[in-house]
């Protein structure tokens, strides 16, 4: 840390200008690599699947059969009173119009009308469409051939494909949304905490770099190890780089300054404010990126990709916070702080205690009613847990219901008796007859009709009489599963959207049992190295873990009764665990190493507690804030797991800083005394020796 320092602040002052001349150079390069990123970007269903889920060998199979895998899509025609002559002549002639434009599984597509007569279903089996892109833009002409019908008739496309197109069309405009909102949130939020016209420009400028740099470095990632690389994990790296690289901003401009007031030049201000906050900062970053990878272990790809996505983030903006930042805050100097300049040898008038001395001292005389009743606020919130929706529904997950989704939501109503969308079944092409016998032969299943054949493999196309993602179809695929697992020499697999989603619950189940202790273990292991103690890490560990589970029940009681949201993103437990413990443990890595500071210059063990407190408080709470603010920016966004995944972490984050540190941390302090440090060098009464 102190090389670092001196880059930034030592006495040779062309070295500032040489770290602000190579990340210049740095950026050049990154910027072309940056653009690419979006090349590399996946966003299909199979990205978005288990690695060795039988649902995901299916659809990796289907894409080697003549014309690639399958995409249904619904022609859904309804009209209230029931439909007429020239709306069936209509769809006669738009579906025409579909099979000589795109490729068709069927040459006279299936359609069922309704007992009414007022809604009217097509399933058009489209092929020839390699990937999402392809998937979407015919989704895209299908709705344009189906336009402008008669007054009073409703044509919409519905079905999986358009479904996935949707969610397609909404990943393109995420990284621009997102990072306007972000860099809006963050600039409106470092103007009101530095109070300063100019000041806040510079670290969002360098966050800025940072996030271009870690743009780059990740496309080349996907292009030398071929991890998976969707628009959610690119868009969770780009608030990363905001909050944490910010968090660590602020961190280092509240040490510099306050070394400006003790120290003449502020290059010695610079090179002292990093010998002081860096370790803090390093271990900070250290917590969040063992946990990242952690999810390495994970089977979902769409989660285990994310993990060095993020840890590629969360790199980039510690470098940048530890070199660029301090370069060009020397460069400066301390007239960047106008009109709040610190003066050297003067100190700030203070006229009334800071909140966070209040806070001390109301936890110092009480810590006992403090504790227990700040983990009594924290249990009865995680109660709430209990009111999450289930699983959250392909058609659910949009905020705004796109037509997509009211096409698939008509049919449903109007056909509740049969499935709108196929199970998928692939088997040896020498036993395909075997193989649909037997699918017919379990209960639940309406039809069964032949798919493509190729490459020695067969596609069935199973339609269950349940409606999709039902609790019914789930058994009808799980029976299905078993009888043709039986048929001998078949090597069937079942896949489609609800074999899917039942794949997505095991592999997720499983994922957390592997990956949470893991992430325990890795954060444990950077506490006790930064703390030198045992007790201190593990109390870290307890505190961010119950604002966890805190934020979890605070959003069962919003998503569903606030915010009619259908189901929880299956991956959300997991993924919010591994950033709210990893970015959680941030404020008390700062609050306890701050607090370790102050009893190595000789301070008792509760003194140095309310210190810490008193000295760091103001920095936690602006670093919280921002972090809360950059993951709820994430709720804007149309996708209900973006939005869930936003609001679960601000939650936890705001629990985690206005309550958990300030209070519970500091009042566990106070009642274990050198207990909190042991067995290190400062559970010891005296220091000395």
């Known amino acids: ?38 090349g590399v970007t996946r966003d299909g269903i199979v990205d978005y699947l288990p690695a060795g889920a039988e649902s995901t060998r299916v659809e990796e199979l289907a894409r080697h059969l003549p014309g690639g895998s399958t995409a249904d899509a619904l022609l859904v025609l309804h009209r209230d009173g029931g439909l007429t002559d020239e709306d069936r002549a209509f769809e006669r002639e738009r579906v025409r119009r579909a099979a000589g434009a795109h490729k068709l599984l069927d040459a006279r597509p299936p359609r069922v009308e309704s007992k009414d007569h007022a809604t009217s279903v097509t399933t058009l089996s489209l092929t020839g469409l390699p990937d999402a892109v392809d998937q979407a833009d015919a989704v895209d002409d299908l709705k344009k051939t189906v336009s402008g019908g008669p007054a009073g008739l409703s044509a919409r496309i519905g079905g999986p494909v358009a479904l996935l197109a949707d969610q397609t069309e909404v990943f393109a405009s995420l990284d621009g949304t997102l990072l306007v909102g972000t860099g809006i949130a963050v600039a409106v939020l470092l103007v009101l905490i530095y109070r300063s016209p100019f000041l806040w420009l510079v670290p969002i400028s360098v966050v800025g770099v940072a996030a271009t740099v870690a743009m780059a470095l990740t496309y080349g990632l996907a292009e030398a190890f071929d991890i998976t690389v969707t628009s959610t994990s690119t868009s969770v790296m780009t608030v990363l780089v905001f909050g944490a690289g910010t968090d660590y901003a602020l961190l280092l401009v509240a040490r510099y300054r306050e070394e400006l007031r003790h120290r ?24 969040v990126i063992a946990g990242l990878l ?91 847990s209990l009111a999450l929706p289930g699983t959250l529904r ?35 092409e020498e036993e395909a007859d075997r193989a649909e016998s037997a699918a017919r032969s379990v209960p639940g299943v309406a039809s069964v009709t032949r798919g493509r054949s190729g490459a020695g493999r067969t596609e069935l ?55 949470i202790p893991l992430v325990l273990a890795g954060v444990l292991a950077v506490l006790i190295v930064l703390l030198r103690s045992l007790t201190a890490p593990v109390v870290l560990l307890l505190a961010v873990i119950a604002s966890w589970g805190a934020a979890m029940g605070a959003s069962g009681l919003l998503f569903g009764p606030a915010l009619g949201f259908e189901g929880l993103d299956p991956s959300m437990p997991l993924l919010t665990f591994v950033f709210l413990v990893a970015l959680g443990v941030d404020y008390g890595i700062f609050l306890m190493h701050r607090a370790r500071e102050e009893r190595l210059k000789g301070a008792g063990p509760e003194d140095a507690a309310l210190i810490a407190l008193r000295t760091t408080g103001g920095v936690i709470a602006s670093a919280g804030i921002v972090l809360a603010a950059t993951f709820a920016v994430l709720a804007s966004l149309p996708l209900v797991s973006l939005v869930e995944m936003g609001l679960i972490i601000a939650i936890g984050v705001l629990l985690d800083t206005f309550l958990v540190r300030t209070y519970l941390v500091t009042s566990a302090s106070l009642l274990l005394k050198w207990w909190m440090w042991w067995p290190g060098r400062l559970s010891r009464r005296s220091m000395e020796g």
């Not at 990340?23 to 690599?33: G, Q």
């Not at 003449?264 to 917590?287: E, F, I, K, Q």
């Not at 909140?355 to 009743?373: I, K, N, Q, T």
């Not at 029976?479 to 896949?495: I, K, Q, S």
Request: glycine content about 8%.
């Open 1 to 38: 840390m102190e090389r670092v320092g001196r880059t930034a602040g030592g006495k040779e002052r062309w070295l500032p200008w040489a770290v602000l001349a190579l990340w210049v150079a740095l950026l050049a390069v990154a910027v072309p690599f940056q653009e690419r990123l979006g």
């Open 461 to 515: 196309l199973v339609f269950p009489a349940a409606r999709p993602e039902s609790d019914a179809e789930k058994r009808t695929v799980g029976e299905l599963r078993t009888r043709l697992h039986a048929v001998p020499d078949a090597e069937a697999l079942v896949g489609g959207a609800t074999a899917q989603q039942m794949d997505l619950a095991d592999t997720n189940a499983d994922d957390r049992r592997r990956v």
């Open 394 to 428: 392909q058609e659910d997950a949009f905020v705004d219901r796109p037509d997509s989704v009211t096409a698939t939501d008509t049919a449903a109503r109007a056909f509740p008796e049969a499935g709108s969308q196929p199970t998928v079944v692939m088997t040896n």
């Open 264 to 287: 003449a030049r502020p290059y010695d201000a610079m090179l002292a404010a990093v010998r002081g906050c860096g370790p803090a900062v390093l271990a900070s970053a250290g917590t």
């Open 294 to 384: 952690c999810l390495l272990a994970a089977d979902l790809n769409s989660s285990s990709g994310m993990g060095p996505v993020g840890a590629v983030g969360v790199v980039c903006a510690l470098a940048a916070m530890m070199t660029l930042l301090p370069a060009v805050l020397v460069l400066l100097g301390r007239r960047l702080f106008w009109p709040l300049i610190p003066e050297y040898g003067v100190e700030p008038v203070r006229r009334r205690r800071s909140v966070f001395a209040v806070m001390g001292s109301s936890a110092e005389r009480r810590p006992v009613v403090v504790l227990v009743a700040g983990c009594a606020l924290l249990g009865a919130l995680a109660v709430g």
